[in-house]
């Protein structure tokens, strides 16, 4: 897929559905790169500090940091 939005709209929608094939459900998981899952865990640390203070942390595709503070902040470096 083109853009990383769609791929990630195309896992949550699969996800959602428990989708099947002739009876055994199939389970949709994101392909990261050695590259992409190093910058994520890069977040680690920052994301427990977020959700003790509940602001909802995400890491976004490909390592990117969203959280709920009144409005959405998105952050692409630490």
Do not use: C
Not at 22 to 51: C, H, M, Y
Request: proline share 4%.
């Amino acid at each position: 897929m083109a853009k990383a939005h769609d791929k990630e709209k195309t896992l949550r929608v699969g996800r959602q559905k428990k989708i099947t094939y002739k009876g055994t459900p199939i389970r949709l998981s994101a392909d990261f790169s050695a590259e992409t899952l190093q910058a994520r865990r890069g977040w680690n640390d920052i994301v427990k500090i977020l959700k003790d203070k509940n602001l909802q942390p995400i890491i976004l595709y490909p390592a990117k940091i969203s959280f709920r503070y009144g409005e959405i902040k998105t952050f692409l470096d630490k």
